[in-house]
């Protein structure tokens, strides 16, 4: 039997722990939240806003919104491959249109604003969350582009129309 050193071992853990991590998105935040678990009733979640996890069985239907959602339906919604783009409502007007126009075109698309967010702009898919500064980040249409389409989500390719159409 052949024995390697520590340092060897180590510096192999970390390679593949590399390997795993999310490419591409620099700050991307990936979690492993399990679909399925259908709740009634107000729910609290680890991330705010949240990106996946037990939610209500009515879903948001897709839009903008100018007000803020109830996290249980919008996670809902991610449940069912969409994205959900947030703003602190102090967000500049300018920013917030900057932010329209980029993601206007998405399909599946939650846009509201989020009090009490630690980030100016979080973009949120099943699992997956970016938080932002500014509007004309880059990785705003690389979270677009790998998201859209809903590959991560347990219930990909569920409309969400609809569902509730109001805000809190």
């Known amino acids: 039997m052949r024995h390697f050193p520590k340092s060897a071992l180590l510096l192999l853990s970390a390679a593949l722990l590399s390997a795993c991590a999310p490419k591409g998105i620099e700050g991307l935040k990936t979690f492993e939240h399990p679909g399925g678990d259908v709740r009634s009733g107000s729910l609290t979640y680890a991330q705010r806003p949240p990106a996946g996890g037990p939610h209500n069985a009515l879903w948001q239907t897709c839009g903008v919104y100018d007000g803020p959602l109830y996290d249980e339906y919008a996670v809902a919604t991610l449940a069912r491959g969409a994205i959900w783009v947030t703003y602190r409502p102090d967000l500049p007007a ?75």
């Not at 126009?101 to 973009?123: H, N």
């Not at 099943?126 to 790998?146: H, I, S, V």
């Open 94 to 168: 300018e920013q917030r249109a900057t932010l329209r126009e980029v993601v206007k075109d998405t399909p599946k698309l939650l846009f509201s604003p989020y009090p009490g967010q630690a980030s100016p702009i979080v973009l949120t898919a099943w699992n997956a969350q970016l938080a932002l500064a500014d509007a004309g980040d880059a990785r705003l249409a690389a979270f677009l582009k790998t998201y859209t389409g809903g590959e991560t989500a347990p219930l990909q390719g569920a409309p969400c129309t609809g569902g509730f159409g109001g805000s809190r």
